[in-house]
């Protein structure tokens, strides 16, 4: 699986954005997706994922009511809506896919990642 993010951008802060993810491969329904963030002299952080079918899905604290993860297994593409943006959200944004359908938290869950796509939110 190879993934390809785009969407992000600079918006000012209570703006939003929407993050894709597109995937490569016959192999991307099967599988859980995630997003994560990092800023600058940070460590990874979980934002968001979502199961295979895209019934369950799992938010941050810091972004939970204002952040939404969805995807589209016909398109092989998950997504990441962003609302009420706050300084605090900029950060390179990657997404990552597990090998599983069960959604994760945790860095060391996925396996395959993306390049990351920059949001930057000023004040």
């Known amino acids: 699986v190879q993934l390809q993010a785009s969407g992000g951008g600079l918006v000012q802060a209570g703006g939003s954005l929407r993050l894709s993810c597109a995937a490569s491969?016959?192999?991307?329904?099967?599988?859980?997706m995630g997003w994560f963030r990092q800023a600058p002299g940070e460590e990874r952080d979980f934002v968001a994922t979502?199961?295979?079918?895209?019934?369950?899905?799992y938010y941050a604290d810091s972004v939970k009511g204002r952040f939404t993860i969805s995807r589209d297994n016909a398109k092989n593409t998950v997504y990441l809506r962003m609302n009420s943006l706050k300084p605090d959200d900029t950060a390179l944004y990657y997404c990552a896919s597990r090998r599983v359908r069960v959604p994760g938290r945790t860095v060391s869950e996925y396996y395959y990642w993306g390049q990351g796509t920059q949001v930057t939110v000023s004040s």
């Open positions: 979502i199961n295979w079918s895209g019934d369950t899905t």
């Open positions: 491969g016959r192999t991307f329904s099967n599988y859980a």
